[in-house]
């Protein structure tokens, strides 16, 4: 559609010069001067325009960036401090076994956002959105290990149960700490002291 237009512009524009050069001689070079003077004013306020969109886009972005740097740094920051705390509890089974488990959910809302955003390279969206993959991982056992914790002691593989999830979610926090320490290093972020509450 918009070389349909440019090519009607062209169409008049020499339509009327040729009309000029016919029937109005003097007139031409007047003609041309105020044709290329419109051609050149259209051209520099569209080439400024883009410009300054260009230049805005790229402001917005690089702030969207810094601002999603500094979120991640939180909340990466928050995730570390939990999965570096020592264990939560302990449970005590019927053949008086104990079990340190660790009951907590995590949150990842930052990774999926910054890593949906476009913002960021390839490989550290990626990872952002794996490692929020992995959280809500975490989280779906973590209510698995509560279901089991809340289940009757007296259940068969009542212990079995306990120890596969607390087992599970070691591994879990293992991997998860691995995620956490290679987007820190490879994407700078900072890392602040968290508390727990």
Not at 38 to 66: C, H, M, N, P, W
Not at 94 to 113: F, S
Request: overall charge negative; some cysteine.
């Amino acid at each position: 559609m918009k070389y349909i237009s440019l090519a009607i512009g062209i169409t008049i524009l020499l339509a009327y010069s040729m009309a000029l050069w016919k029937w109005k001689r003097s007139e031409i070079l007047p003609w041309f001067h105020t044709a290329c003077a419109t051609v050149a004013s259209i051209l520099i306020g569209a080439f400024t325009a883009i410009a300054l969109f260009d230049y805005q886009e790229s402001s917005k972005q690089e702030a969207d960036r810094a601002r999603y740097h500094a979120l991640l740094s939180v909340e990466i920051s928050g995730i570390r401090a939990h999965l570096l705390k020592p264990t939560g509890a302990t449970v005590e089974l019927d053949n008086l076994e104990n079990i340190d488990i660790r009951v907590m959910h995590l949150r990842a809302e930052v990774l999926r956002d910054a890593g949906r955003s476009g913002l960021f390279d390839i490989q550290q969206s990626q990872q952002m959105l794996e490692l929020a993959q992995s959280v809500e991982a975490w989280n779906m056992k973590t209510e698995g290990l509560i279901g089991a914790l809340n289940a009757q002691s007296g259940q068969p593989q009542y212990g079995a149960r306990i120890r596969w999830y607390s087992s599970n979610l070691e591994s879990s926090r293992e991997g998860l700490l691995e995620g956490v320490r290679w987007l820190s290093q490879n994407m700078e972020l900072e890392n602040y002291p968290a508390k727990m509450y």
